[in-house]
């Protein structure tokens, strides 16, 4: 027979699907963002999910708050539930980020020279993390090491993308007259960067908590090995 307390953490880890379900399609938004940042509908419905997200967000945390003060869990069951209530942050923090692509996209002119240039890495740079962050997510619910491991090293992949877009900026203007939208450009295109690059980061959080759980080892250097 299920316990009031075994019905708790199954709330803890659905309402951890529904979050990762909708972060995932959020990133989906973003990359149709990409194509046309005129859609004002595409961002309603990206507005709409961030205050979704950061909603399950609270509840989440206020569930794994409960579940410990309520039902003292084992020692077992206390580590799954502060990596969920760890993988809940991570997974807030990657909507943050994508909001603020979002509204860079906002600024950029994308049939101007500098975005046609550079929009097929950033599209490569989003379909990574996206792909990131999905099997991140798998790879903890399903307690997946190997894959774990690949995350985290794929994260290298997602630096120097962004390293080559910021490198590669001021030399597209080399001989060129700037033009004020040139700058906004220029500055939207860098940030959307960065944020991608941090939403690396926070998959490569995920994966590494994954293997925290799975082996109780830290594993923030495995990339090196």
Known sequence: MTTIREKY???????????????????????????DNKDSELYTKIEQNEVIIDGLEVKIRDEVINSIVLYSPRASDCRKI?????????LERIGDLLLNIADFLREV???????????????????????????AIFAFTC????LAKEIIRTDDLVDNNHKEITHGIPLHFVGKTIKDQDMLDALSLSGMSYNIER?????TNIAEAAIYLMEGKNAKHIHNN
């Open 82 to 90: 502060m990596s969920y209530h760890d993988m809940t942050a991570y």
């Open 199 to 203: 939403i690396g980061d926070n998959a």
């Open 9 to 35: 953490l199954e709330k803890i880890k659905e309402d951890f699907e529904v979050l990762s379900t909708i972060v995932l399609q959020q990133m989906g938004l973003v990359i149709s963002a990409t194509h």
């Open 109 to 135: 002119e994308l049939q101007g020279s500098l975005y046609a240039s550079f929009q097929p890495i950033l599209l490569l740079q989003l379909e990574t993390v996206k792909k990131m962050t999905q099997n």
């Open 143 to 146: 307690e997946d090491e190997n």
